[in-house]
């Protein structure tokens, strides 16, 4: 990766609520020539990783515009000289921004497939993503379920077969395709999972909210997330939330960056947020080049100039009857649930950037529930392989 600088192992990487009480309708209302008006929808804001640009470029736009966002805190990004510091974190929450857990080391902490069945004497895994390949003598499991072994990376890359991971010896057991997957430990899931928010909270920041990097959200990560966290705020769909049903660790967004998405789809995700009387969320990232103050506040009202309420995560799933808190919530009617409205379990995510595969997110499911512009619009969800 000779040439490479942290902006640039950042996006192609290991490849990619309730603030301030009053605040819920800052920043909102109808806007002359608005597209949609008198909706119920709202928009949550979200930022990914916490690097200093969120500071130094995204807040000023977020006030000067009066509306609140949320900051997904990579812990080991925190304090460094080009991420956010401890005071950047308690000043933005002061003002109304809420702070998600966004891992401790920006790891993967979701499965990852296998593309291809492995026999017993295999060292070398077919996987769904490269995320594990750079963590050389890092213990893992491979596992269907039924049976789990452990082994360690020995490396990995691409080739005309597709992605793989190598093994520090032969995996020991056949494994079938698609069904098989592999992951970190669960001490190391746990540590990025759990021990993120902890260190986050210790830093004087209220934490209810988790973002899987790279949006691999299948697993132990999702069991971890609900019993610590009030919400999961990628763990699958398009981020045009319907509130029948919602749930809140089953979340799903959309990207705003540059790189990702024209001005014109942006208008058209709120469109049907607007349309829907849903809960939008839309994720961006502030440290890459196409993703200026500019396309921030232009994000920020097209927005307005629906209607949208913005406000954080938090303040949402609260005015929805969901209670902050670990693991808990209603089903946002105000009566306890103990249902689950989750995806099937197949994730949100693909891979990485180059990958136009959505697995686990029919066409027909999405045609039925957006339409063809939702559908069109779930293809930026390849965005969160880069967060």
Not at 355 to 375: E, K, M, N, V
Request: proline letters at 2%; a negative charge; one cysteine or more.
């Amino acid at each position: 990766m000779t040439g490479f600088g942290r902006r640039d192992v950042c996006r192609v990487g290991a490849a990619g609520a309730l603030a301030v009480a009053g605040l819920g309708t800052t920043g909102t209302g109808a806007v002359v020539g608005s597209a949609e008006q008198n909706t119920n929808g709202r928009v949550v804001f979200v930022y990914d990783d916490s690097w200093r640009e969120d500071w130094t470029d995204t807040f000023p736009v977020h006030q000067d515009e009066g509306v609140p966002a949320c900051s997904a805190a990579v812990v080991d990004h925190v304090d460094t000289s080009w991420g956010l510091l401890p005071e950047h974190l308690r000043e933005m929450e002061d003002a109304g921004w809420e702070i998600m857990a966004h891992t401790t080391s920006h790891v993967a902490v979701g499965n990852l497939y296998l593309t291809a069945p492995a026999a017993a004497g295999d060292e070398r895994l077919y996987l769904d993503g490269s995320f594990l390949a750079e963590y050389e003598g890092e213990e893992i499991v491979i596992s269907d379920g039924d049976r789990t072994v452990e082994n360690a990376v020995a490396g990995g890359d691409r080739d005309d077969t597709g992605i793989y991971l190598d093994l520090a010896e032969p995996v020991g057991e056949s494994f079938d395709a698609g069904t098989a997957y592999v992951r970190f430990t669960e001490d190391r899931i746990r540590d990025e999972v759990v021990s993120s928010k902890e260190a986050l909270e210790e830093l004087g920041v209220e934490v209810d909210g988790f973002v899987s990097p790279y949006g691999r959200s299948d697993g132990l990560v999702e069991d971890l997330v609900r019993d610590h966290y009030a919400a999961f705020a990628n763990r699958g769909g398009n981020g045009v939330n319907a509130l029948e049903g919602l749930d809140p660790h089953a979340l799903g967004r959309s990207s705003i960056d540059g790189h990702a998405v024209t001005e014109a789809e942006i208008e058209a995700f709120f469109d049907d947020v607007a349309a829907n009387d849903a809960l939008g969320i839309a994720v961006g990232h502030s440290q890459f080049d196409e993703t200026t103050p500019e396309r921030i506040r232009f994000a920020i009202r097209a927005a307005k100039e629906r209607d949208l309420e913005i406000v954080t995560l938090r303040t949402a799933l609260a005015d929805l009857g969901f209670r902050a808190g670990n693991g808990g919530g209603t089903d946002g009617t105000g009566e306890e649930s103990n249902e689950s409205n989750g995806t099937d379990g197949t994730g949100e995510e693909s891979d990485e950037s180059d990958d136009d595969s959505l697995p686990g997110f029919g066409i027909a499911g999405t045609l039925a529930g957006l339409g063809t512009a939702g559908y069109l619009l779930s293809n930026r969800r390849r965005d969160d392989e880069r967060s």
